[in-house]
């Protein structure tokens, strides 16, 4: 079994449901960059979110995860599995958190530590995890906003809480690879990479220093996502312009009850080809 075959479980055709807050599109002259969330906004997740972020879920194993169960000769309940990752999420968070508030697992290498896998078999196992617990399909729009977003000579990046088996995602929801829809390496940061997580100050003052080794200023650059506290006030902090995704009830988080949250973001879309009615053609960037 491969990785690709391993998040095919993930995939299940689903649509946005709305969530009647209204698209607000004003001009915003200086944008050079659009960086994306990736789960509920380019995606649709289940859960709303990656299911790694949460330490208790409920688990409906795919073909996927009881045939790779089966070879690994894994015989532990599913409750027994989501019990000892649950603790070990906990325990991996206790660690870190003296040197990072909203520290990252790499849930590879928890599944590696519970089931005695070497790291191929821990990835391929977290994958089908993920499956079964986090179902998740394209965003309508996503895959052709981001073509036309670069054809107009626009920078592509992404800041998202994502594990290693969210990039083949990718070619299998939205069509393409990261590398196929030209995303900046040095301007894609993913939390399991970084060993923190939104909305970690830290993972988007490294955003900005990636924006600033090209010139860019924070202010050039355009954050679009579905939280407001871990896309939304994070960027505006850093000195990023914002851009809620509000298109669909399962992910949309506008934490009202946090004063963190109490602005208005630069913009507000309910489709993701919305962003086409406002970010204009420019010079192609080089």
Same mark, same amino acid.
């Given at each position: 079994?491969?990785?690709? !075959? /391993?998040?095919?479980?993930?995939?299940?055709?689903?649509?946005?449901?709305?969530? %009647?807050?209204?698209?607000?599109?004003?001009?915003?002259?200086?944008?050079?960059?659009?960086?994306?969330?990736i789960?509920?906004?380019?995606?649709?997740?289940?859960?709303?979110?990656?299911?790694?972020?949460? !330490?208790?879920?409920?688990v409906?194993?795919?073909?996927?995860?009881? =045939?790779l169960? &089966?070879?690994?000769?894994?015989? /532990?309940?599913?409750?027994?599995?989501?019990?000892?990752?649950?603790? =070990?999420?906990?325990?991996?968070?206790?660690?870190?958190?003296?040197?990072?508030?909203?520290?990252?697992? =790499?849930?590879?290498?928890?599944?590696?530590?519970?089931? %005695?896998?070497? %790291?191929?078999?821990?990835?391929?196992?977290?994958? +089908?995890?993920? +499956?079964?617990?986090?179902k998740?399909? +394209?965003?309508?729009?996503?895959?052709?906003?981001?073509?036309?977003?670069? #054809?107009?000579?626009?920078?592509?990046?992404?800041? #998202?809480?994502? &594990?290693?088996?969210?990039?083949?995602?990718?070619?299998?929801?939205? %069509?393409?690879?990261?590398?196929?829809?030209a995303?900046?390496?040095?301007? #894609?940061?993913?939390?399991? &990479?970084?060993?923190?997580?939104?909305?970690?100050?830290?993972?988007?003052?490294?955003?900005?220093a990636?924006?600033?080794?090209?010139?860019?200023?924070?202010?050039?650059?355009?954050?679009?996502?579905?939280?407001?506290?871990? !896309?939304?006030?994070?960027?505006?902090?850093?000195?990023?312009?914002?851009c809620?995704?509000?298109?669909?009830?399962?992910?949309?988080?506008?934490?009202?009850?946090?004063?963190?949250?109490?602005?208005e973001?630069?913009?507000?879309?309910? !489709?993701?080809? &919305?962003?086409?009615?406002?970010?204009?053609?420019?010079?192609?960037?080089?």
């Open positions: 079994m491969t990785l690709s !075959d /391993a998040v095919r479980g993930c995939a299940k055709p689903m649509e946005p449901i709305g969530t %009647g807050i209204p698209c607000r599109l004003p001009e915003l002259p200086g944008i050079r960059a659009v960086i994306f969330d789960y509920g906004t380019l995606l649709i997740s289940e859960t709303g979110d990656i299911a790694a972020a949460e !330490d208790s879920l409920t409906t194993p795919t073909e996927e995860l009881e =045939e169960m &089966q070879g690994l000769g894994i015989t /532990a309940s599913l409750t027994g599995l989501e019990a000892a990752f649950s603790r =070990e999420v906990r325990f991996e968070h206790e660690r870190m958190k003296p040197l990072e508030p909203y520290p990252e697992i =790499e849930a590879d290498r928890l599944w590696a530590r519970i089931l %005695g896998l070497d %790291g191929e078999r821990s990835l391929l196992f977290a994958a +089908a995890w993920e +499956a079964s617990v986090n998740a399909w +394209a965003m309508p729009s996503a895959a052709e906003t981001l073509r036309s977003l670069r #054809s107009r000579g626009y920078l592509l990046g992404i800041v #998202s809480n994502a &594990q290693a088996y969210t990039l083949p995602l990718f070619p299998l929801l939205l %069509g393409d690879t990261l590398e196929g829809f995303f900046e390496k040095d301007l #894609s940061l993913f939390s399991w &990479q970084e060993g923190r997580g939104k909305p970690s100050p830290r993972l988007f003052a490294d955003l900005v990636a924006l600033g080794k090209r010139g860019l200023s924070p202010g050039d650059a355009l954050i679009v996502g579905n939280d407001m506290l871990k !896309d939304m006030a994070s960027s505006r902090e850093a000195g990023l312009r914002t809620l995704f509000a298109g669909d009830r399962r992910s949309l988080k506008l934490r009202k009850d946090d004063p963190r949250c109490d602005f973001p630069d913009a507000v879309v309910t !489709d993701l080809g &919305q962003l086409l009615r406002f970010l204009p053609r420019r010079t192609p960037c080089q």
